[in-house]
């Protein structure tokens, strides 16, 4: 069968080996711990739940505009605003079915064949996808392990050719939970800004950031007006208010490009549901509420995060990790533990699921397949339970 040349580098997700092997123990009764998920482990907040219910018993069940309803897209460029401490148009917001759409938008309006993208490493699975899907050609680019593997100037300068268009960074990082320093973020935005390239910037894990307690990572909109490269900011509510099935995101960018992104995606899919824009809007909009709920769940992630690294450095002294500042996950190497049947985390994360339950991500789905993920968007007990179970493996017991 010939399909087109649209997706002749398109590849099914590189976590669903495991995840399958995992679906199908768990059929057979197996005991697995699944810590490979990238969702927050809450329940969406009842006041959100109770908008959409009044929204659709209120008949708010017709098309809306595709780039979203207008009060939504006010209240979330007044969210913003109050962030940049500026006012910003609200016509550059564009709600998305999830923040994955806001990224495709962004890289299928922005990119197209001859050119490169810079991808920030490890990167979130999907982005060099997005880029492939574009006929664009993604650049995977690492910073420095000792700092998280976070870029800085000299890694763009290097990566960097003629032909570069575009930059993809995340932070806070899944799968690293690293964090930009406000003056890190800014030196990136710079280096864009001074080639001229379009900094894509992904902070959906932007209210899950735990240094000096909990609260908001820097982002985009923090680092001064004249240090803005072009750029895209995607965000949504999908983590911070644990609504990943409800499919809203958005991006903020310059009004005339949130047309552009508009207009494809009047082609595709039209607007994200309409009950689920009515939840989003009570989301942005009951401050106190969204604020106790937002709160409550990164308090929680920020106790797992203790409690993860805590264990780890108990149970597998000595193994490294990346010392997550924000979002739910752990991510460490396993290649010293590779032998003759195991020579990359693809396989390790096989075994280890297949001999103990335990369910992660291998690094491959990141870049790098010395490394695995877990995710700590689970109870105590399971993190405990499952690091135990992984430094029995670890230690060959
Ligand atoms: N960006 C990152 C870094 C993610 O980890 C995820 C989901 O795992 C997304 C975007 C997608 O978010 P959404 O569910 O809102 O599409």
């Avoid at 482990?41 to 009842?46: E, L, V």
């Avoid at 008949?59 to 009060?71: E, F, N, V």
């Avoid at 030196?187 to 735990?210: F, K, P, Q």
Wanted: proline letters at 5%.
């Amino acid at each position: 069968m010939r399909y087109s040349a649209n997706i002749e580098r398109l590849q099914p997700s590189a976590t669903i080996a495991v995840s399958t092997l995992a679906k199908r123990l768990k059929e057979e009764g197996r005991d697995i711990l699944n810590l490979s998920a990238g969702e927050p482990d809450f329940d969406t907040p009842q006041f959100i739940a109770d908008a959409a219910v009044r929204a659709i018993r209120d008949g708010q069940t017709r098309y809306t505009p595709p780039p979203g309803i207008t009060p939504l897209r006010k209240v979330i460029a007044t969210r913003l605003s109050e962030r940049a401490g500026r006012d910003l148009d609200w016509t550059g917001v564009v709600v998305t079915a999830g923040a994955k759409q806001a990224l495709y938008n962004a890289t299928f309006c922005l990119f197209g064949p001859g050119d490169e993208v810079i991808v920030a490493a490890p990167y979130w699975t999907t982005y060099p996808d997005l880029v492939n899907i574009a006929r664009a050609e993604p650049v995977i680019t690492f910073g420095d392990e000792a700092d998280a593997f976070k870029l800085a100037p000299a890694d763009l300068d290097r990566a960097a050719s003629e032909r570069t268009r575009g930059l993809i960074i995340n932070t806070p990082s899944n799968p690293t939970g690293a964090v930009y320093s406000l003056q890190e973020l800014t030196a990136i935005s710079e280096w864009a800004r001074d080639r001229g390239v379009w900094l894509i910037s992904d902070e959906i894990y932007r209210n899950m950031y735990y240094e000096d307690g909990v609260g908001a990572a820097p982002g985009l909109l923090d680092i001064p007006e004249a240090s803005l490269a072009d750029f895209v900011l995607v965000d949504g509510a999908s983590k911070s208010h644990a609504m990943t099935g409800w499919r809203v995101g958005y991006s903020y960018s310059d009004s005339r490009l949130a047309a552009k992104f508009a207009d494809l995606q009047s082609q595709i899919t039209s607007n994200t549901s309409t009950p689920a824009q009515f939840a989003a809007l009570e989301a942005y909009s009951n401050q106190a509420a969204a604020e106790e709920s937002v709160s409550r769940m990164a308090a929680a992630f920020k106790n797992r995060r203790d409690l993860v690294t805590r264990r780890m450095d108990e149970l597998m002294p000595g193994v490294p990790y990346i010392r997550p500042h924000g979002a739910f996950y752990l991510y460490f190497r396993v290649d010293h533990l590779f032998d003759d049947d195991v020579k990359d985390s693809t396989a390790w994360c096989s075994r280890l699921l297949e001999r103990t339950g335990v369910a992660l991500v291998p690094g491959g789905a990141f870049g790098d397949q010395r490394w695995a993920r877990m995710s700590y968007a689970a109870s105590e007990e399971v993190i405990e339970e499952a690091l135990r179970r992984i430094a029995g493996a670890a230690n060959g017991d």
